[in-house]
Structure formats: C-alpha cells, structure tokens
C-alpha cells in the first residue's frame, strides 16, 4: 500500500513525486518509456528558469529523474492498463501487477497527434529533431506546425539541414515573437502559410509529399526522395483509460487543489484542463497536487 501512486514521470509527476516524498509519504511513480515525458524528446528547453543555456531535452530529463531518486522516489517502469479511482483506495493495473495506494495521481501528458493522412507510417514521416535530425544534414526537412514546439524544433533542424519548410496551417507561424525573430533571421528556413501535408508517397520511405493550399484547395506535388518530415501537430491528451471521470474535450478538469471529481484522485500537467501548457505550469501543478494529496493521506 502506498501513501501516493503517480501515474507519468513528466514534469508534472516527478515534482508531484518530490513534494509528497519531502512530506515523508511513500510514493510511487509509474512511468512505461522514460522519466521526462514529451520534454525528453525535444531539442532545447527553453525559458524554464535555472534550465541551462540552450540545455537538451534529454539531459534535463536526467536531471528530473537524478533529483527523483536521490530524494527517494521509487520509480518502476510499467505500462498501466487500467485504473479504479472510486473508494477509499485507489488500485492501479499494470502489464505486470497491480498496486493500491491512499490517493493518485494523473499526470500521464499527452501524445503527439497523428495526421492520419496516407503514407504517414513510412519512413522518414513524425520523425524526432534531436534523435533523427543527424541523418538529415545538407538535406531538405519538412516541420509541420507553427506553433511554438514545431518552430523551436525548425530551428534547431535548420543548424544542419539545408533547407527547413515549416508547414503552418494558418496564415502565418502562431509562435512567440523570439522565435519569429530567429526564424527571419535564418536564411535557410521557408514557410508555408495556410498549407497542410495531405498525403505522402513512397515504397518504404518518403518520395514525394502532397501539400495543399488550405484557402484555394489547390495541391502541390513535391518530389523530394531524400527529405524528412517532422511532424508538431499538437498533443492528444492521454485520458483514455480514465473512464470514471468526466472529461472536457478529452481533458480532465480540476479545482485548485488539482483534485478531481474523485476524492483522492488528482491530475496535473498536459492532462488536465489549462490555458497554458509549459514546463513551468506542469511543476507547479505537480507541487500543488503533491502537496495536497500527502495532506490527505
């Protein structure tokens, strides 16, 4: 039995993790790939204060996950199937065993969102900027999304590739203002405004890429046998086994103890229903539900 069960090795889940073992709770964190969640698999991590200077994705992961055991957190890498929230105690299944605990928290994030296009599963498509863009250097790339992660991950990419075209939906990037900035300052980087990747071709891997123009639904047939498609299309929020609860667009809704409908049962992070989805708001939803669920147990 255990005081608190952490359900995601995020941001969100190792600061609710430290929290609730400071106040001397046994805790655990269930996590199925690896502690940082979507953070470990970016390129930089930007304007999270004392992150270091241009610091990468992965290494602040380990240093999440360093903090995590040297406070005493046990952390098992499982992949949970299912979930009982109502009663007194709450009971976790995994692909290997079950656990209980007096109260749990939700803090799993999202996954990237699929095009669901043809052709997305060949290779060289939803590729990963500091894992995959090495093989892509003097090569053309293709970003799809203007938002913020999409463009941060462009311009990592355009240090090596020799050409970066950010795909962006609207009619121009939805990103901060630094990294407009930086993007018209990099003279290998094109956007596509008002566009969308529909479709993309090839026998094992990519050949040719169908782009349409989202306002006059004209396609555009590009032939590029060598290229790589990285794709930032947004997060689906990972709620799907948590059907106790009701959801608002597929989020998790929460007061401002990040508890849920359910005693005992919190949500923090990328999962729960917010505005501002940010490192630094996924550690303060983690401490206030690490917190709060200690207080009750």
């Known amino acids: 039995m255990y005081d608190i069960i952490i359900i995601g090795a995020g941001p969100a889940g190792?600061?609710?993790?430290?929290?609730?073992?400071?106040?001397?709770?046994?805790?655990?964190?269930?996590?199925?790939?690896?502690?940082?969640?979507?953070?470990?698999?970016?390129?930089?991590?930007?304007?999270?204060?004392?992150?270091?200077?241009e610091e990468l994705g992965r290494t602040f992961a380990d240093r999440m996950k360093q903090q995590a055991l040297?406070?005493?957190?046990?952390?098992?890498?499982?992949?949970?199937?299912?979930?009982?929230?109502?009663?007194r105690q709450k009971k976790v299944t995994t692909d290997e065993q079950s656990y209980e605990s007096k109260t749990l928290i939700l803090a799993n994030g999202g996954s990237g969102r699929m095009l669901g296009i043809p052709g997305e599963n060949l290779k060289g498509v939803r590729l990963n900027a500091p894992k995959d863009g090495w093989a892509y250097r003097d090569?053309?790339?293709y970003v799809i999304g203007g938002a913020d992660g999409a463009v941060k991950e462009?311009?990592?990419?355009?240090?090596?590739?020799?050409?970066?075209t950010i795909v962006c939906v609207e009619d121009e990037l939805v990103c901060i203002q630094e990294f407009r900035d930086k993007v018209a300052a990099r003279d290998n980087i094109e956007i596509m405004p008002h566009a969308s990747l529909t479709a993309v071709y090839?026998?094992?891997?990519?050949?040719?890429?169908?782009?349409?123009?989202?306002?006059?639904?004209?396609?555009?047939?590009?032939?590029?046998?060598?290229?790589?498609?990285?794709?930032?299309?947004?997060?689906v929020p990972n709620t799907q086994m948590y059907?106790?609860?009701?959801?608002?667009?597929?989020?998790?809704?929460?007061?401002?103890?990040?508890?849920?409908?359910?005693?005992?049962?919190?949500?923090?992070?990328?999962?729960?229903?917010?505005?501002?989805?940010?490192?630094?708001?996924?550690?303060?939803d983690g401490a206030i539900a690490g917190i709060q669920a200690a207080a009750m147990c």
């Open 243 to 284: 059907t106790e609860l009701e959801l608002a667009e597929g989020y998790i809704p929460v007061d401002d103890s990040m508890q849920t409908e359910i005693p005992g049962v919190f949500a923090a992070g990328d999962i729960r229903v917010k505005k501002v989805r940010q490192v630094a708001t996924a550690v303060a």
């Open 139 to 141: 090569k053309n790339v």
């Open 202 to 235: 090839g026998n094992d891997a990519v050949e040719e890429l169908e782009l349409t123009d989202n306002k006059s639904g004209k396609k555009q047939m590009v032939k590029d046998a060598e290229c790589g498609v990285f794709v930032y299309a947004g997060i």
């Open 70 to 87: 040297g406070a005493g957190v046990e952390i098992r890498y499982e992949n949970v199937i299912k979930t009982e929230l109502a009663g």
């Open 14 to 53: 190792i600061s609710a993790a430290v929290y609730g073992k400071s106040r001397g709770k046994k805790v655990l964190v269930l996590e199925k790939k690896q502690v940082g969640g979507l953070i470990g698999t970016v390129s930089t991590v930007t304007h999270y204060l004392t992150a270091d200077h």
């Open 154 to 164: 462009a311009l990592y990419l355009a240090r090596t590739a020799r050409k970066v």
